[in-house]
C-alpha cells in the first residue's frame, strides 16, 4: 500500500476508534449523570496531558487539507515545551473556560477524561474524574464510582490505549505531549505528501 494510503487508512481508524469512545462516554454519561460543566476547559488549561502521534494523524490530515499545516508547526516552534495545547482557546472573561479549535478530533486523552477508568493499585477500576467535577458536582462522582464497583460497563482508558497502540505500534506506543504529539504528527503526514509528489 503506498505511505499516502497507508497513512489516510491509519486515520480513518483512527476515527473509528474515536467514535467508539463517543458512544462509551455517551452511554456512561446517560446512565449516571455525570457531565462536563458548562463551558468549562480547566482540564486543557494543563499542560501535563500526552498523546501518541497516530491519535493526532486525523488533525494533521485535517489541517494539511486547509493549508494551515506550516502555521501550526510554526506556533508549537514558537511556545515552550512543556505549554498548553495549542488547539485550546481560554475564554477571555471566565478564567478555566474555553474552547478547543480542533474539538472533533480531539485525542483520546481529551475524549475521555472525566468519563473512564484506570486499574488501581489493587487492579479495580477506578474512575478518574477533573477536579471541577469532584467540587461541583462531588455526589454524581461517587454515585458513579459506585455503580462502577458494583460492576457496570465503562469506558477505559487502557484498553483505548492498547487499540491504538494495535493499529500501528511504531506511532501508537509512545505517550508525549500534545503538542509535540502534533507536530510529529504533521511532520509524518507532510512526509507522505512529499513521497507521493516525488513518485508522480
Known sequence: MPLHSFTSDLSHRVLELYSEI??????????????????????????????????????????????????????????????????????????GNGRCDLYILRPSVCRLFGFAVIKNKDGNPELMPCRRQKEQIPVLVKKAQEAISRGMAVPSFNYFFLQMVALEPSLGRQRVPINQALQFALERYGLTIQLMKANG
Open 22 to 95: 463517543d458512544r462509551q462516554t455517551a452511554e456512561f454519561r446517560t446512565a449516571t449523570g455525570l457531565h462536563c460543566l458548562p463551558g468549562c476547559g480547566q482540564c486543557c488549561e494543563s499542560a501535563t496531558p500526552e498523546a501518541t502521534v497516530i491519535e493526532l494523524l486525523p488533525a494533521a490530515q485535517e489541517l494539511f487539507s486547509r493549508r494551515e499545516a506550516q502555521q501550526w508547526l510554526e506556533r508549537i516552534a514558537s511556545i515552550r515545551e512543556n505549554e498548553r495545547c495549542v488547539f485550546y482557546q481560554p475564554d477571555p472573561l471566565i478564567p
